[in-house]
């Protein structure tokens, strides 16, 4: 399990820029592990993980597969998206299907490069897309509680929840708040999800700057992340420029021109990290002669649901899990000398699957 991140941004921010480079460089890395373009607007890349390569390496394993995360290029969007201006319905439906949005801000000067509005105020082009997206949820919820009130009047308990929980989500919304801020017990989280909101997702701020502000930003990058802080959400800075230049070139002369740069690593491996962090993903591993594997789990995730992520037959008929911390698989030096140290441990199904852990699953077919 991966995760699918859309892209979205108002014209001329870099977006597509920005997509292109990614496909670029994943196109690169299907030599080394099953890649595919899905659609046009859709690509997947390796999830960057330094502990994979060490582990394969003490494991001497054939192959290497990281684990996957996909983006989608959303169509463009303008002001009145949400009444299906330009190709805003696309764009609305596209949003429903992906677990989080990187929003790409223009952090940038360049008078080649018009901005839709005539200005660059990336703070401003947040509250648009932000603003498109909020009536779009008060009409949906809007035509919902028309379609129900029969079903609530009649005592349907669903309909009743429902509707309490869209009235809850529409006193924010009219608020100026997205849905993400409304507080949901824990037996309302799965109705909650059903309603699929379109400001329930998390947001991730891409501030695109220039080549010579990629390392530290810029005015306008700080500006992102003081709103990015008030709302909770996350922000990360990339020069769109720099990454399309970079992937085109090899590892070592992408590794040569970053340092020249300033910069200690590619701006989309630190994306790609900050979208984990902001969904709360982890990752444990599966390690062999074969090959030596990453998957990706739910933070608090338990050892049978996360044996499920490799095949459903694990889940159904899972026994226990064999695990080792990463830290003790590399110190000891690989899977015999840590069982020989005690560090091998078998867990049952109540056991919460810790990020890093190197894990063997046991189960019934």
């Known amino acids: 399990m991966g995760f699918k991140m859309g892209i979205v941004g108002l014209p001329n921010v870099g977006k597509?820029?920005?997509?292109?480079?990614?496909?670029?460089?994943?196109?690169?890395?299907?030599?080394n592990f099953p890649f595919c373009t899905i659609e046009p607007n859709v690509g997947e890349v390796a999830v960057p993980d330094a502990r994979l390569d060490t582990l394969a390496g003490i494991a001497k394993s054939k192959q290497i597969i990281p684990t996957r995360m996909t983006f989608v290029d959303i169509a463009g969007l303008v002001k009145g998206a949400s009444k299906g201006?330009?190709?805003?319905?696309?764009?609305?439906?596209?949003?429903?299907?992906?677990?989080?949005?990187?929003?790409?801000?223009?952090?940038?000067?360049?008078?080649?490069?018009?901005?839709?509005?005539?200005?660059?105020?990336?703070?401003?082009?947040?509250?648009?897309?932000?603003?498109?997206?909020?009536?779009?949820?008060?009409?949906?919820i809007e035509k919902r509680l028309q379609n129900i009130v029969r079903k609530v009047r009649g005592g349907d308990k669903e309909a009743v929840q429902q509707e309490r929980l869209m009235r809850m989500a529409l006193e924010a919304l009219e608020a100026g708040n997205p849905a993400r801020v409304v507080d949901v017990d824990e037996e309302d989280a799965k109705?909650?999800?059903?309603?699929?909101?379109?400001?329930?997702?998390?947001?991730?701020?891409?501030?695109?700057?220039?080549?010579?502000?990629?390392?530290?930003?810029?005015?306008f990058s700080s500006k992102v992340a003081e709103m990015a802080a008030a709302q909770g959400n996350a922000h990360v800075i990339i020069s769109a420029q720099i990454e399309e230049e970079i992937s085109q070139l090899d590892a070592e002369e992408a590794d040569m021109f970053l340092e020249e740069m300033g910069l200690?690593?590619?701006?989309?491996?630190?994306?790609?990290?900050?979208?984990?962090?902001?969904l709360h993903l982890e990752t444990y591993f599966t390690v062999g002669p074969k090959e030596a594997r990453a998957w990706t789990i739910k933070s608090g995730t338990s050892a049978p649901k996360a044996a499920g992520?490799?095949?459903?037959?694990?889940?159904?008929?899972?026994?226990?899990?064999?695990?080792?911390?990463?830290?003790?698989?590399?110190?000891?030096?690989?899977?015999?000398?840590?069982?020989?140290?005690?560090?091998?441990?078998?867990?049952?199904?109540s056991y919460?699957?810790?990020?890093?852990?190197?894990?063997?699953?046991?189960?019934?077919?």
């Open 85 to 140: 201006e330009g190709l805003g319905n696309q764009f609305l439906a596209n949003i429903r299907e992906v677990d989080a949005i990187a929003h790409v801000l223009r952090c940038f000067e360049d008078g080649d490069v018009t901005h839709v509005e005539g200005r660059v105020d990336p703070v401003a082009d947040a509250e648009t897309i932000d603003t498109e997206l909020m009536l779009a949820d008060i009409e949906s």
């Open 16 to 31: 597509s820029t920005l997509f292109n480079a990614l496909t670029r460089t994943a196109a690169a890395q299907a030599a």
């Open 264 to 278: 200690k690593e590619a701006g989309l491996d630190r994306l790609i990290r900050a979208g984990y962090e902001l």
């Open 309 to 349: 992520v490799i095949h459903g037959d694990f889940e159904k008929g899972f026994i226990r899990a064999e695990t080792i911390a990463y830290a003790d698989f590399v110190a000891l030096g690989g899977e015999g000398p840590a069982k020989e140290a005690g560090k091998m441990r078998a867990e049952g199904k």
């Open 191 to 219: 109705a909650w999800r059903m309603l699929q909101l379109l400001t329930t997702k998390p947001v991730l701020y891409v501030c695109n700057v220039g080549e010579a502000e990629a390392a530290e930003g810029n005015d």
């Open 352 to 365: 919460t699957v810790k990020d890093g852990d190197v894990l063997h699953f046991l189960f019934n077919t």
